[in-house]
């Protein structure tokens, strides 16, 4: 994985892929374990541990307006876990499960899963990436699909699940389509 981003790094030219613009393929340092460890116990939550461990080893965050190396306009930081709810958090909002699992078919996603209005239909899940008008990347980490990629379209049809089955197939598949010189990761 470190192997192909330095790769994708070390490419001539400007990026052609969408985003990378933005962040260059850099990525910030790899943040401390004791760090992961807090914002854990904060949360209620354990990291899927495919992407603890890439930020505690490969890296976290980084200098683009959206955070670092990776798809879209970057990967965010894991302090702004939150980007992608539709309301405020509180200490429970990533411990409670994403109500949404792979096949799963909704008449209207909001109606089912956030009748209310103080409802989130995002709870159990971290922003990753910014893939702009408002769209996003989501990691699903509470829940029956703990450990999988979900893009959050806005349709009656609700989140779409990636193909990926974790963190790391789906980053390593976008690394793969930049190497490719691909333009668009989907």
Same mark, same amino acid.
């Given at each position: 994985?470190?192997?192909?981003?330095?790769?994708?790094?070390?490419?001539?030219?400007?990026? @052609?892929?969408?985003?990378? !613009?933005?962040?260059?393929?850099?990525?910030?340092?790899?943040?401390?374990?004791?760090?992961? %460890?807090?914002?854990?116990? =904060?949360?209620?939550?354990?990291?899927?541990?495919? *992407?603890?461990?890439?930020?505690?080893?490969?890296?976290?965050?980084?200098? $683009?307006?959206?955070?670092?190396?990776?798809?879209?306009?970057?990967?965010?930081?894991?302090? !702004?876990?939150?980007?992608?709810?539709?309301?405020?958090?509180?200490?429970?909002?990533?411990?409670?499960?994403?109500?949404?699992?792979?096949?799963? @078919? *909704?008449?209207?996603?909001?109606?089912? @899963?956030?009748?209310?209005?103080?409802?989130?239909?995002?709870?159990?899940?971290?922003?990753?990436?910014? #893939? $702009?008008?408002?769209?996003?990347?989501?990691? %699903?980490?509470?829940?029956?699909?703990?450990?999988?990629?979900?893009?959050?379209?806005?349709?009656?049809?609700?989140?779409?699940?990636?193909?990926? #089955?974790?963190?790391?197939?789906? *980053?390593? =598949?976008?690394?793969?389509? %930049?190497?490719?010189?691909?333009?668009?990761?989907?």
């Amino acid at each position: 994985m470190a192997a192909k981003l330095k790769a994708a790094a070390a490419m001539p030219g400007d990026p @052609v892929m969408f985003g990378a !613009d933005a962040h260059r393929f850099r990525i910030g340092p790899p943040l401390p374990e004791d760090a992961v %460890v807090a914002f854990e116990e =904060r949360r209620g939550v354990r990291l899927p541990a495919d *992407y603890r461990g890439f930020i505690t080893t490969v890296g976290h965050g980084g200098p $683009g307006r959206f955070g670092g190396a990776g798809p879209f306009y970057g990967l965010h930081s894991l302090e !702004d876990w939150d980007s992608g709810l539709w309301g405020m958090p509180d200490t429970t909002t990533l411990a409670r499960p994403f109500p949404a699992e792979p096949g799963r @078919v *909704y008449e209207d996603w909001l109606a089912e @899963v956030a009748p209310g209005d103080e409802d989130e239909p995002y709870c159990g899940t971290l922003a990753l990436s910014d #893939q $702009g008008c408002g769209y996003l990347s989501l990691l %699903v980490v509470s829940g029956p699909a703990r450990g999988r990629v979900i893009d959050n379209y806005k349709g009656k049809e609700g989140p779409v699940f990636t193909a990926d #089955q974790d963190f790391l197939s789906w *980053y390593e =598949r976008w690394l793969d389509a %930049v190497l490719a010189g691909e333009r668009h990761f989907r």
